[in-house]
Structures are given as C-alpha cells and as structure tokens.
C-alpha cells in the first residue's frame, strides 16, 4: 500500500514512517497530500505544493535543517518539540524528520509524547534507511511504508482474519472482554494470528486520534505490538491468542 492508495481510502496517517530509497521522495508526496489545496491532492501546482517543492512552506517543519550541524541532538529538538503547540496558518502542520534512525535513543524517547499527543493539527512524517534502529515505541506509533514498493511488508490479509479484527473491535467498543475473548478464539492458525494481530494494530492506530481514552488506546497499541513480534516466532496459537485478548482489555480500561 502506498501513500496515494491511503489518502484516496480516506486513510491517511497521523504519522507515517518510510523506508527504503525512495523515501525522501514519498516524504515529500505525504507533505503534500496533507496540505495541497487543490480537489485532486497533490496537484503539484497550487500555492502549498509549490511552496513544500522550494522548502518554504510556513506549516512543514523539517526538523533535521533546523539542527545546528545538520545531526541530531536533545537540545535544539526538545526546542522543536516545544514549539510545537503554536498554530499553523492552515489546517495542519506536518513536522518532518528525516533519517530517524540516526537520532539517539535519547533523541527519539523525547519524540514520544509529541507524536502522541494533542494537538490534533500536527503530523509527523518519518524517513529511515534502517528501520531496526527505530525505538519500537516509535514503531508502533507510525504506519510504515516501504517507498519502494517491490514486496509489501505483509501479504494482504484472508478473510478470516479480517472478519476476526471486525468482530474484536466490536467487542471492544462495547467492552465486552467475552466478546474479544470469543472473537480471539477463532484463530487457529499461526498464520492467520500473526494477520489478524497486524490488522487489529492498523485499526486501533486508526482509531487513536478519535478516542477519548488515548492512554487505554496506547497501552494497547504497545501490547499488540508485542503481540506481533510473538506470533512472528511459532507460538501456540491459542494460548497466545488468549492471553493477547485478555491483556488488550486490560490495558484498555485499565483492570488490574
Ligand atoms: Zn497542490
């Protein structure tokens, strides 16, 4: 899935994180798709995307050119960070920051909260060569997408395993930890978990910027991550898919 795919699904991300050699340049299409003015987004020709083309664009921060020596480094970011809550002159500010995986852990733990966090006008568009240097607090707050296309990083999911997120999120909605529980149990297939744990991240970043309970939201958008990484290493299914359900609800309202 690219960039373009995404906006025209009506999908697109707060924050987006690209890989591979053309990320530079799917960087710049997501600026402008998130601040072009014209109907067909990007058109290239209106005054924002001319203005994001020259690097002048009042609302794009591209946080590495404000860096003194061009590195990262904690100072001068936490001063990006925390000018961070003035308004932009338009709908939206998108702060760019280009080969994230070359910041310090130190750098990128400070990037947290900001990305976040209210206010809902900014975005944040990530680049990275290497995307194991990426802190997985950061990655699991991003949506990644290889600018290259070629192999997607995960093949289209069955049926099955989209109607799994379908009925999980339902129960969730209606914080029926029963529900999830059921709709968890379903899975028999280490295939299949590993789909549907990836779908269900995809949903509840979706659903983060909506949500009023953005702390449940977070906690379980980390343990899913965690989740993932589990399926990916030949669990048994059914424990594993269980015990996801149960620590989903509880991160989400808080049960201890
Ligand atoms: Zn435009």
Do not use: W
Request: a positive charge.
């Amino acid at each position: 899935m690219d960039v373009l795919s995404l906006y025209q699904a009506g999908k697109l991300p707060r924050a987006l994180l690209f890989t591979g050699g053309a990320a530079a340049g799917e960087a710049v299409r997501a600026v402008k798709l998130h601040l072009c003015e014209s109907e067909s987004k990007p058109c290239g020709k209106c005054g924002a995307c001319v203005r994001i083309t020259r690097k002048v664009h009042p609302d794009v921060v591209s946080v590495k050119d404000e860096m003194p020596d061009g590195s990262y480094k904690i100072k001068p970011l936490r001063a990006v960070v925390d000018s961070g809550s003035l308004r932009p002159g338009g709908g939206a500010r998108v702060y760019v920051f280009e080969a994230v995986d070359e910041m310090s852990e130190q750098c990128q733990n400070a990037l947290l909260k900001f990305i976040e966090e209210p206010p809902e006008y900014n975005r944040f568009i990530f680049t990275a060569e290497n995307d194991s240097r990426v802190l997985p607090t950061i990655m699991s707050r991003v949506v990644k997408i290889n600018a290259d296309g070629g192999a997607p990083d995960a093949p289209p999911e069955s049926a099955e395993a989209v109607e799994t997120v379908k009925a999980i999120m339902s129960a969730l909605f209606r914080k029926s930890e029963y529900g999830a529980a059921a709709a968890f149990s379903r899975v028999k297939d280490r295939q299949v978990l590993s789909e549907t744990l990836r779908l269900l991240l995809g949903e509840m970043k979706n659903a983060l910027p909506r949500s009023k309970n953005k702390k449940g939201v977070l906690a379980a958008i980390d343990a899913v991550y965690e989740y993932v990484k589990r399926a990916d290493a030949n669990p048994n299914v059914s424990i594993t898919a269980a015990s996801c359900a149960a620590e989903i609800y509880k991160e989400l309202f808080d049960v201890r």
